[in-house]
């Protein structure tokens, strides 16, 4: 079933730091604090490719504030967020400000020269690669002070009880046996936006090679 909770967390980025890597097999993750009037977050962006080459998907873009619906609007703070356009939920594959018109997939980030004909034209490719080049991807948005909303499944059984945030990548498209099958749904994928000084975001999209890109309206795969 979809999450019981899925929503938007909006505050100040305060630091950002990554996982240290080890052998146990752990989801590698780049970790975003924030800070907000009910107190600092902890935002686990999964980056993890599981040691594949190109086990991860991720694409950066800036968008206009007034792409974004009403969340750019939002007070600081955790927000709720329906499954639908109207709230301001995300969506991959079905938000009109999201959806890949390109086509292409790289194997990594195209020259800079074709990355600025592609976005000219509106197309945000997707780009594959491991947890290491995903996260070089994600830092430099990562400004302190800026202002950032967190798209994603909020904490709610933290053993500390501490304010986070978690699942911020694609949720929808995991395959029919595989444990996150159940959890698919359809608006209500993570990401990370931070706020650039001309008032337009920066968006950090990430997925996995396993999540299909083409869902049916309960977020499972279609075949």
Not at 29 to 39: I, K, M, S
Not at 51 to 74: H, I, R
Not at 76 to 100: E, F, I, K, N, T
Request: with cysteine.
């Amino acid at each position: 079933m979809p999450f019981e909770k899925y929503g938007v967390l909006s505050g100040t980025l305060h630091r950002h730091y990554r996982d240290q890597p080890d052998n146990q097999g752990r989801w590698f993750h780049v970790n975003v604090e924030v800070d907000a009037p009910g107190g600092r977050y902890h935002c686990a962006v999964d980056v993890d490719s599981h040691k594949s080459n190109v086990g991860v998907q991720w694409k950066v873009f800036t968008l206009k504030a007034s792409e974004l619906g009403p969340v750019a609007a939002l007070a600081q703070g955790y927000h709720d967020l329906a499954p639908g356009s109207v709230s301001g939920a995300l969506d991959y594959l079905r938000h009109p400000a999201l959806v890949d018109r390109s086509g292409v997939l790289f194997q990594r980030r195209p020259p800079s020269w074709l990355q600025d004909v592609l976005d000219l034209f509106g197309a945000r490719p997707w780009h594959a690669g491991s947890y290491a080049d995903a996260t070089v991807a994600l830092e430099p948005i990562l400004v302190p002070g800026r202002r950032v909303l967190v798209f994603g499944e909020p904490f709610t059984d933290d053993p500390e009880g501490d304010l986070g945030m978690h699942n911020i990548h694609q949720n929808q498209g995991d395959p029919a046996g595989s444990q996150w099958w159940d959890e698919n749904g359809i608006w209500q994928d993570g990401a990370t936006l931070t706020r650039r000084p001309d008032g337009r975001y920066d968006v950090f999209l990430n997925k996995f090679s396993s999540q299909a890109d083409q869902t049916n309206s309960a977020g499972h795969p279609v075949t």
